[in-house]
Structure formats: C-alpha cells, structure tokens
C-alpha cells in the first residue's frame, strides 16, 4: 500500500500541516492531518514546496520556492473575514445587527431572504466580511481542520461584566490560530459600565491596549445605541490592511462550509466561504465525501448571484447531502475528479504505512516528481 499521512509528510518535509493542506486543496485534494494520501501525490506536494523526492530521502530544500506571501503578493486584495466572539450575553449578536444595520450594501430581494450565518458590509468602499459563529464550536472545528478561516477576531466584552471564562477561551483561539484581536468595550451606555477595569483585565492577560502602551486596539461601544460602530469597523479595515490580504479571483474555488442544513423544499443548503478563488454556477464541487453540482447561489441579501469572489459568503443549493460544518470545499474540473478524489480518500484511509517504504518507492525510482 503505497501511502503516507498528512502528519508524516508534513514532518518529512519539514512544512506546517496546515501549509501542506492548502497546498493539497490547491492539488484538488482534501485530506485532514491524519488522512493517507498516495505517495505520488506526497512526491508531487514535496515538489510544490521546492523539496525533490530524492532516492533515499525526502530531505528538506535546497531550492525552496518563495513563501506563500511572496507568491500572492501581486495578486488582488480580498476582505477581511472577522468572527466576533466573547462571552455570552455580552452583545456578539447585537453588535453584529448594529453593524449590519448601519453598513448594509444596498438590498435586494431575491430568491431567499433567509438568515445565513455570515455577512458582507461595505466601509468606505472596502467590504469586510463577518462571520456569526454561534459560540465557538464552528471555530474550533475549522481550526482543527487547518481551515484558517479568520483574519481577525473581534473580541466583544461587556464593560460591566468584564472578562469572563469564555472572554479568555475566545483569546486562547485567536492565539492559537495566530489570529490578530481586537476588543469591543461593549456596553458602555450601561451606568454600570467599567471601561478601565476591562483594559487592566485585558492586561492582565498580555493585551495590553494602545493608550496604556500596548498595541492592542480596543474600542468602546455600544450595540444598544449604536456608538462607536463606525471607530470598530475603521479599526478593522486598519488591521486588515496591515494583514495584507491576497487571493486569486480567478483560481478554482476552495473554501469552507460555514453553516448547512436540510430545507425541506430546496435540500441540502450550505453557507460557505470562498477563500481562494470563484465560486459559480454550475461549478461541481467536493464537500467531505460527497460532491454536488452548484445549481444556485445566494447573497447574504439573498440576492442571486453567479458568482461570488474570495472572502464572500454565500448559501449554496445542489449538495445531495448536508456537508458538515468546518468541512472544505473544492472545486474540481469535472465530476469524475470528483468521484476519483473522494474514492481516493475514502479507500485509503486506513493505510498508514511506514516512511521506509515511501524511501524504497523513491529508490525505485516509483515516485518522482
Ligand atoms: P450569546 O449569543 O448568547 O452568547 O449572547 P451575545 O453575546 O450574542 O449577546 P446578545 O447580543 O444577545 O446580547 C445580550 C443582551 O445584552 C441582550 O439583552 C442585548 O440587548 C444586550 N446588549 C447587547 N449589547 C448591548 C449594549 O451595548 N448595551 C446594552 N445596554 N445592552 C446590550
Ligand atoms: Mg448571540
């Protein structure tokens, strides 16, 4: 059984899994840390980041390709993707509605005018994408599939309640994924409200804000009245632009799945976030093990659209079935990659064999390139 995992190829070669795994969805192949993929397919990835399969050994670079951001740097910038999180009862959603409501793009009806977990608004021109995570579940679970869905995390605390257990979890998250925070100082209409013991808690924890010091922005505000909505989002695109946010518009779409479920007259539905590439009618697309044809997609106005770019959600329609949430998703050329990608997976996931082996394979001259 000619296979390796993730995990050991990613070790071989000396590369973060989670670069491993965009680079295999780039390839057209999903695979999480533990699955087995082929060794030609192994060789191949080894060969986009400069490292040749060489007899005897799969040794690290002599001539690494650039890194990622080099690569991407003259391609076109794309949104922001924020998720608020916080502790709960402390505003997320009610935040989120005031941003809604204040920086809508114009509506228009169309073919569903349903909630999907996700939205667009534009800011002086530039669009950030939010993300509503109902808790932390769905960011764990992308994170764990090495999906880095977020570029920034807005970190909402009510300034009368103060940090709190999930206060601290969402800043572990935001951490752990190397994702840059900033804090809503919410509530602050509340007579209760104690910004300054918010931001000696916040320090107390390593954040330390920008007029204590530190670089931590923190913005006070209220949902309730709508007060320094505008200052957040300014914020926001601040950091975006220091993130230096690439994509490229015209690669095959791959994303995430962001929300699914079964409607009972249109099916299986799905939001789900491009974060590469064009999502389009008409595109076939792997999900977890199944695969679908996109037959329409919806604005988060639901509004209809043919296309939808890097950093935009929409809510899909044509999946036989309801792909879990955190799953990637790719597109392919034809329903019979689909078919050969998915039996690809499913098969082999059950052999892991030793890197001896992938050695011998090399030496025999099996796997190159
Ligand atoms: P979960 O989703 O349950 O974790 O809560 P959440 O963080 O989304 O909080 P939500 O937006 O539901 O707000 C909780 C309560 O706080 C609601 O009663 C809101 O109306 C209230 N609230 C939210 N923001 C503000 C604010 O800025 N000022 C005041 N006074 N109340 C607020
Ligand atoms: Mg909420």
């Keep these: 059984p000619a296979a390796i995992s993730v995990r050991q190829l990613s070790q071989t070669i000396r590369q973060n899994p989670i670069e491993v795994i965009k680079q295999l969805m780039r390839n057209g192949l999903m695979a999480n840390i533990n699955e087995v993929i082929d060794y030609e397919a192994a060789a191949r990835i080894a060969a986009d980041f400069g490292i040749e399969a060489r007899p005897q050994t799969v040794r690290a670079a002599t001539k690494r390709k650039k890194p990622e951001h080099e690569e991407t740097k003259n391609l076109p910038l794309r949104p922001p993707v924020v998720t608020i999180m916080g502790h709960v009862d402390h505003g997320k959603t009610r935040l989120l509605d005031a941003i809604r409501q204040t920086h809508v793009m114009e509506s228009e009806a169309g073919g569903i005018t349903q909630h999907i977990g996700a939205y667009q608004v534009e800011v002086k021109g530039q669009k ?30 009510a300034a009368d309640d103060g940090i709190m257990p999930q206060t ?8 752990a994924a190397g ?25 107390d924890h390593g954040l330390v804000v920008e007029d204590w010091g530190g670089d931590t922005i923190a913005v006070g505000t209220s949902a309730k009245e709508r007060k320094g909505i505008d200052d957040l989002l300014e914020n926001l695109l601040l950091v975006a632009e220091m993130e ?16 699914a479920e079964m409607d009972k007259s249109r099916g299986a539905m799905a939001t789900v976030l491009v974060q590469n590439g064009s999502l389009k009618i008409g595109d076939t697309i792997v999900v977890g093990d199944t695969f679908g044809k996109v037959k329409a997609m919806f604005s988060d106005q639901g509004k209809h659209l043919r296309k939808a770019d890097p950093s935009t959600p929409v809510a899909i329609l044509g999946l036989p079935s309801v792909p879990g ?39 025999a001259g099996k796997v190159k390139e």
């Design 325 to 363: 949430v955190g799953d990637s998703f790719s597109a392919v050329e034809s329903e019979r990659q689909a078919r050969q990608i998915i039996s690809e997976r499913t098969v082999k996931k059950p052999a892991t064999v030793s890197l001896a082996s992938l050695h011998d394979q090399i030496a």
């Design 244 to 259: 230096d946010l690439h994509a490229d518009p015209n690669a095959p779409a791959t994303g995430v799945v962001i929300e």
């Design 128 to 157: 950030i994408t939010f993300l509503d995570t109902p808790g932390h579940e769905a960011f764990t679970a992308m994170r764990a599939r090495g999906a880095r869905s977020t570029d920034i995390t807005v970190l909402v605390v």
């Design 168 to 175: 601290l979890e969402a800043i572990d998250h935001a951490r």
């Design 179 to 203: 994702v840059p925070i900033v804090v809503a100082i919410n509530k602050i209409d509340k007579p209760t409200a104690n910004p300054d013991r918010v931001k000696q808690q916040l320090a």
